[in-house]
């Protein structure tokens, strides 16, 4: 291509500067589309489809395996058994010492002893 040199050209004012630009624009752009096509064609996965059966797309358009959760269950047995039989007995053997009568006189007249005694 063979450019004229004007004084239009020196002042930037030329239809030929004009096209130089967008040249270089489409240059530009070109450029640009080329670099996204590789970066676009260097992933190994767009979606889910792209991996296999047993793999998932990340993020990053890597596929990796589907990780697989075992589920340990440890039943743990609580052994709460003794101690609610001494509850139990306890609370049973409270009740027959209280329906004595002879203990409810004795501990209530220990009761008001203690508290009311004269100093």
């Given at each position: 291509?063979?450019?004229?040199?004007?004084?239009?050209?020196?002042?930037?004012?030329?239809?030929?500067?004009?096209?130089?630009?967008?040249?270089?624009?489409?240059?530009?752009?070109?450029?640009?589309?080329?670099i996204l096509v590789m970066w676009i064609g260097s992933w190994e996965c767009i979606n889910n489809s792209g991996c296999e059966e047993d793999e998932l797309c990340a993020v990053n358009h890597v596929c990796y395996k589907i990780p697989t959760i075992e589920k340990n269950v440890?039943?743990?047995?609580?052994?709460?058994?003794?101690?609610?039989?001494?509850?139990?007995?306890?609370?049973?053997?409270?009740?027959f010492i209280l329906r004595k009568e002879n203990f409810r006189k004795s501990f209530i007249r220990a009761f008001f002893k203690r508290k009311f005694a004269k100093k």
């Open positions: 291509m063979i450019r004229k040199f004007s004084k239009n050209n020196i002042k930037g004012n030329n239809k030929g500067e004009w096209k130089i630009q967008s040249e270089f624009f489409w240059l530009l752009i070109i450029l640009v589309a080329a440890n039943k743990t047995e609580n052994k709460y058994n003794l101690a609610a039989v001494i509850l139990g007995l306890s609370i049973i053997i409270a009740a």
